[in-house]
């Protein structure tokens, strides 16, 4: 059988220029997720960790559309929530959640969430997602479930929580809320919370419909394995890189 070698993420020598790469990433990711009608009003933050100053991490402005976020909107806080590059404000929910999330998660660079329709209606459940489909085999015994509704998330012992509840895992279900992934690029983190989405709408269509059957434990396991991997979640985000950088070349800026 033939070889097939699939690509795998940049190395960088220099950090301003994994810096950078960093934050391209996250401009197109945000660009992405206002394609898929993710951007919803306030709501929603994307953040990836420095690679020089791991306990910063850059993250969109408070109350800036999605579709309209470019590099150099991007803002860095410090490990207390403060601005320190940038001159727009920060969602204190989005300090709240993700400085947690990334301090319980060191391996992590990278952590999505936002209020999109179908992961919502799933979140009201309180379950995890069954292996329907060989997409939703990416999360199969790969996410958790946060068990709790608080209100908006403006305390970072909520966030401790939240990190608590996710473990080792790539992706959680936040209760009457959402969910919120996570990765080891911008990329595989953006790409798992679309796969997420996308998941939990054909859950949810398929139970309306009839009584689906899942995957037996075998197989999901083994799909888990092909397609949840980190470099999997990387190499499917970069189509979608491509065509938003294509055609949104001003995110760049």
């Known amino acids: 059988m033939p070889r097939f070698d699939r690509p795998q993420p940049p190395v960088f020598e220099r950090v301003e220029d994994e810096r950078l790469h960093r934050k391209q ?7 992405l997720f206002a394609r ?9 933050h994307i953040t990836a960790r420095d690679p020089e100053f791991t306990d910063h991490f850059w993250v969109n402005p408070f109350g800036m559309y999605f579709g309209h976020i470019r590099v150099s909107d991007l803002i860095l806080l410090d490990s207390e929530g403060e601005v320190v590059k940038g001159d727009r404000s920060v969602n204190k929910a989005a300090f709240a959640i ?7 998660r060191p391996d992590i660079i990278a952590a999505a969430h936002a209020h999109s329709l179908y992961g919502k209606t ?3 459940f309180h379950r995890l997602l069954d292996p329907l489909t060989q997409d939703a085999c990416a999360f199969y015994q790969d996410h ?7 209100g908006v998330v403006l305390d970072t012992s909520e966030g401790k929580r939240i990190g608590e509840a996710l473990g080792n895992k790539k992706a959680i279900i936040l209760r009457n809320h959402g969910h919120l ?4 690029t911008v990329d595989e983190a953006a790409w798992w919370y679309i796969s997420f989405e996308r998941a939990t709408q054909v859950q949810l269509l398929a139970e309306a419909a009839s009584k689906p059957i899942p995957i037996d434990h075998d197989n999901a396991s083994l799909a888990q394995s092909q397609v949840g991997s980190h470099s999997a979640g990387w190499f499917s985000f970069q189509p979608l890189y491509d065509r938003i950088v294509r055609e949104e070349p ?3 800026d």
């Open 25 to 31: 990433r996250l401009a197109a990711a945000f660009r």
């Open 36 to 44: 898929f009608g993710f951007s919803e009003g306030i709501a929603g």
């Open 98 to 104: 993700h400085s947690q999330v990334h301090e319980a």
């Open 122 to 124: 799933w979140s009201t």
């Open 144 to 150: 958790a479930l946060f068990d709790d509704y608080r």
């Open 181 to 184: 992934t996570v990765g080891h």
């Open 250 to 252: 001003d995110l760049l």
